[in-house]
């Protein structure tokens, strides 16, 4: 096929059908799954100044992310992520982004994170301690808190309370900065404020690198570990820990918060989650520990579903290199794939009524049996450029999980949640619940 021949893309019936779900359901998912229902697996999305295809199904997943890996970059310079990540390992291509993944592998790997589950059950305490015995809590903004909390005290072995409240709100535009927006159409629009943000946040990452080169430090945190490489200057440094700091904590955040919003919609679900929890870790947090975790298997479950109703990360972006085969079609050079990781969680070919929670379909039963193939199921991604805190991210919801619900008894409140394109899929405006503390 040659270049001018189109990709599928919608035609008039679709492009109305289109437009309907975006009215009615004011929302670009439901948008992108009419596309997907009536064009197919691959699909081109035809707006002036924005054109990217859409991939999805495990075939295109295994092709772009695996088998056909090098015919794809991450990096786009007029990008918002990359002029604000620099060279961390997420906006990197070829033999650096290899050599970045070997130099912070090390400190995420499970032995380690295994070690580090006591700190992130005082983490999550630390924000529990100013919960009320019986009143509100937006469980956007509380995982957020412990999201940080354990990150930056596991990975870079700081204490980040003191400056919670004051770099909140910087980091919160930083993420405004890279969610999807006017600028992929117009890269130099203002953006006020952003560069104050910058300052703020980086101001406290040089800080803490400084510290510890200063401290000569020899432990095994990840930011210790970066100190002691004689290649890494302090920018590049700093690229690492705002990389890790922004796709280790949103995300973490997001997954939490859909957990909390499925469980309280989901009462007998909900009673499960506690009922596990009780007879496995008991009340004590030393309960929770690297040989109990495995047990919370309904826990797992849970978790498992809500990644793929609502896969954080829920698309992949990549610039083709060269013209790329797939599916019959040629893709162009230099054309922005997007690989749909909530399409292909939603896919009816391969999930039995996909938008229904049934964390049991995750069970060793699961689905009368039938093995789905690979890269149906993705959310940390696949391939060389996988998420490298994937055993982090499970082992953290779990025990943050755990230690809540050995705690609290949580109450959804009445409220109208949908999902936001933000930086990642998070529920907006939030989950209000009422916390009732156990006696
Ligand atoms: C529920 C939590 C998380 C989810 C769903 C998630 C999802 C993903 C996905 C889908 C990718 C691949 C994106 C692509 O192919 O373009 C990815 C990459 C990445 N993630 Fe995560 N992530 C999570 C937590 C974390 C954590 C805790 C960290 C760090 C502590 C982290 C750091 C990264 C980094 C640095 C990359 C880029 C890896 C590379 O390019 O080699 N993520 N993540």
């Known amino acids: 096929m040659s270049k001018q021949t189109p990709l599928p893309f919608a035609d008039a019936q679709t492009g109305l059908h289109v437009l309907q779900a975006l009215l009615q359901q004011r929302s670009l998912l439901a948008a992108l799954e009419t596309m997907h229902a009536e064009v197919g697996d691959i699909f081109q999305v035809t707006l002036p100044l924005f054109d990217p295809v859409f991939v999805t199904g495990p075939e295109n997943n295994r092709q772009l992310l695996v088998t056909g890996r090098d015919q794809f970059n991450w990096r786009t310079e007029s990008d918002a992520v990359t002029k604000l990540l620099g060279h961390g390992l997420l906006v990197e291509d070829g033999g650096n982004h290899a050599c970045l993944r070997h130099q912070l592998d090390p400190a995420l790997s499970k032995k380690q994170v295994a070690g580090q589950i006591g700190q992130m059950v005082a983490e999550t305490d630390r924000v529990l301690a100013n919960w009320p015995a019986d009143g509100e809590r937006d469980m956007l903004v509380e995982m957020r808190k412990v999201a940080l909390l354990i990150l930056m005290q596991t990975l870079f072995g700081v204490d980040f309370l003191p400056h919670l409240e004051r770099l909140w709100q910087p980091i919160l535009q930083l993420l405004r900065y890279i969610s999807p927006g006017l600028w992929i159409i117009w890269p130099e629009m203002p953006r006020p404020g952003y560069a104050q943000a910058q300052q703020a946040v980086d101001d406290y990452l040089f800080g803490i690198i400084g510290e510890r080169r200063a401290a000569g430090d020899t432990g095994d945190d990840m930011l210790s570990r970066l100190v002691r490489l004689p290649e890494m200057n302090d920018k590049l440094i700093r690229d690492q820990l705002l990389t890790i700091m922004i796709a280790g904590h949103d995300t973490s955040t997001a997954l939490l918060a859909w957990v909390w ?40 479950q849970v978790i498992k579903e809500t990644l793929r109703l609502y896969p954080p990360i829920h698309v992949g972006n990549r610039l083709t290199n060269c013209p790329v085969q797939m599916q019959g079609h040629t893709i162009p050079e230099g054309m922005r794939v997007m690989y749909s990781i909530y399409l292909s969680h939603r896919h009816p070919a391969y999930w039995d009524e996909p938008q229904a929670f049934q964390p049991e379909r995750f069970g060793r039963e699961a689905d009368g049996g039938k093995k789905r193939p690979s890269f149906t199921y993705l959310p940390f991604g696949g391939g060389p450029r996988n998420c490298i805190g994937a055993a982090f991210a499970q082992i953290e919801a779990k025990v943050v999980l755990a230690r809540i619900l050995q705690q609290f008894r949580l109450e959804l409140l009445p409220q109208e949640v949908h999902p936001h394109m933000g930086a990642t899929l998070e529920p907006r405006p939030g989950v209000l619940m009422r916390v009732i503390r156990k006696q």
């Open 261 to 300: 919003y499925l469980l309280g919609s989901h009462p007998a679900a909900m009673a499960r989650a506690v009922a596990e929890v009780e007879a496995v870790v008991g009340q004590e947090a030393g309960g929770i520990t690297a040989v109990s975790l495995p047990h919370l298997t309904y826990l797992d």
